[in-house]
């Protein structure tokens, strides 16, 4: 048994399952969430044997941020360089400032959005 890490090629995206080994095939223990059939990846593999870090639940449950993603999606290029606080699909706030992200989301969350969606655009030259 091994650890892969998985990262889509042109996504950031990365996920750590198990899988098997067997007949020259590895074989994930379970179907990778959110991955294309015939996607292409980049896999790493560690021994079992090394502790896996613990997977934290969300008090909330599952949430889903299909709305985010969309928004993001639709809006990068207004946003290039700035950080992006929404609740679902719409824009709390934006700011170029790191220090000033917290105040957008305290305000997000003054406004009763109980989890604000926060993210950063990279910018043209950004690795990201």
Known sequence: M???QCCA????MGITIEAIYES???????PLPGLEDKSRVRVTIEPASKSVPKVRRSPYGAIDLSREREWVLANREKYLGQWVVLDGDRLVGHTTDPEGVKVIYDQARAEGVR??????IPGLGDVG
């Open 9 to 12: 090629v042109g996504k950031i």
């Open 24 to 30: 020259g095939i590895l074989r994930p223990l379970t």
């Open 115 to 120: 989890i604000p969606f926060v993210k950063l």
């Open 2 to 4: 091994a650890v892969i």
